[in-house]
């Protein structure tokens, strides 16, 4: 081969390359801006974390990791670009939290507040779960000294590079908080994105709603773009389940329907609806942030007042729960963003587990039945045991199979690593808090933390 033809092949595997990558990346830049902008949006005005640990956290995966974002103080807003391209802009809400600006201006969209109400109760007055009164006794048996070491060696040394990038811990046994940590800076008042764990958040608030008569799960969703094709079969308890049979791709890395939805859509309820119907309601499961937010949609239209449905969410469940340090925002329409979209303190998301491992009551009151509870922690026949009604049963990813822990676990999950386990056998709730799982076992996890309960 002569050096003019080889030279020619070179140049030609290099076009190829550039263009190969110039298309993966095109197309996804608008979605990596929007997260970049939303993320640090929120971060900074709602759960008031700072920005160089917001980039270093929460935005330091890749592709996101390529994004620069700049805080306008004053508006409230960040806006992200990668190279210059692809600005994408997020305003904050006074009571709905962060949304992208796309086609409403971000002028209009600010004035679209709500005031969160008032819980009505001090915690430093009530105690534990409920308040922030605590025990004079710990739980005996327990080995604290092996516990506190354990969970010790599950964050990252100060000023060392992030590996194992844990966030927070709580640990909860015998309905005491036992062991609680957080890397160097956050503390129980610091408030982390849940992710996933707010499709757990809404299918409780579903039971709530189902108890006082305005849902049933054989019902069908009643969507009215749905009366006239087979989407009109579609039931509650299909959604609840993730059974809805909606033509749907969830992918978090790519253009999916998630993505689509979460990063370019006013309107994320109309964003599902428009999805046709692959196949019959209940045959097949299939992890969907769609059917998360159809649920909210279904939330929201049972209840029939906006104003309502945004007060309904803190007064029927949060505030009975004593979760006063959690938010779920709203996109553009007024939806809860049941799919993703929630901050809370370590605190609350183990007060959020405590509520299912007393079977719905909170510090002697029913929040939710035990029916329900029952019906959440239930395994979906169409995903062969690992998923519930918003619960998961077994990690979704092989590598992170629970093989040493009691089989009665049951947890919610978020995206990057944010975990609520609870495990009614050995009376225990474990949060993890996290921006990664890479290098972090959560099998081995909990087995070191059982381990130091009694036997």
Not at 194 to 204: R, V
Request: charged fraction near 20%.
């Amino acid at each position: 081969m002569n050096k003019k033809l080889l030279r020619r092949i070179i140049w030609l595997v290099v076009l190829v390359v550039v263009a190969g990558g110039t298309w993966f990346v095109w197309a996804r830049l608008p979605i990596i801006t929007a997260f970049a902008s939303k993320g640090m949006c929120s971060s900074v005005f709602l759960a008031n974390k700072n920005p160089e640990r917001i980039q270093a956290e929460d935005l330091s995966f890749f592709p996101i990791n390529l994004a620069k974002t700049k805080l306008d103080y004053e508006e409230k807003s960040a806006t992200s670009t990668v190279f210059g391209l692809a600005r994408r802009k997020a305003v904050f809400r006074e009571g709905k939290g962060a949304v992208i600006v796309l086609k409403t201006p971000a002028e209009e969209l600010k004035k679209e507040s709500f005031k969160i109400p008032v819980p009505g109760f001090s915690p430093d007055t009530i105690a534990w779960p409920k308040g922030n009164i605590m025990a004079d006794t710990m739980p005996s048996g327990v080995n604290y000294a092996r516990l506190h070491q354990f969970v010790d060696t599950c964050f990252d040394a100060p000023e060392s590079e992030a590996f194992k990038k844990t966030l927070g811990i709580a640990v909860v046994y015998k309905n005491q908080l036992i062991a609680e940590q957080y890397l160097n800076g956050y503390d129980k008042n610091t408030m982390f994105h849940g992710w996933s764990m707010t499709k757990s958040i809404t299918g409780a608030w579903a039971g709530i709603l189902a108890e006082n008569g305005l849902l049933r799960l054989e019902e069908p969703v009643g969507i009215d773009a749905w009366m006239n094709d087979e989407r009109r079969k579609i039931s509650v308890k299909n959604v609840v389940q993730m059974s809805s049979g909606l033509d749907w791709f969830e992918n978090y890395f790519t253009v999916s329907d998630a993505t689509v939805m979460l990063m370019q859509s006013e309107d994320m309820l109309a964003s599902v609806t428009d999805n046709k119907l692959a196949y019959s309601p209940g045959s097949f499961w299939n992890y969907s942030s769609g059917d998360a937010n159809l649920l909210s949609g279904i939330i929201k239209n049972r209840i029939n007042n906006d104003e309502k449905y945004l007060a309904g969410l803190y007064q029927d469940l949060l505030y009975p729960a004593g979760m006063l340090n959690t938010k779920v925002e709203t996109d553009a329409s007024g939806l809860f963003v049941a799919s993703s979209y929630s901050y809370g303190t370590v605190r609350d998301w183990a007060r959020f587990g405590l509520l299912f491992l007393n079977n719905g009551v909170c510090n002697g009151d029913t929040v939710l039945t035990k029916e329900w509870v029952d019906f959440m922690k239930a395994p979906v026949e169409a995903s062969d045991g690992k998923y519930a009604g918003t619960f998961w049963l077994k990690e979704p990813q092989p590598e992170n199979d629970l093989v040493d822990v009691p089989g009665d676990v049951f947890f919610a999950d978020g995206f990057l690593g944010q975990r609520i386990y609870v495990v009614p056998s050995k009376e225990l709730v474990v949060v993890r808090m996290g921006f990664g799982l890479g290098n972090f076992n959560l099998n081995n996890f909990l087995r070191e933390i059982i381990a130091a309960l009694p036997e």
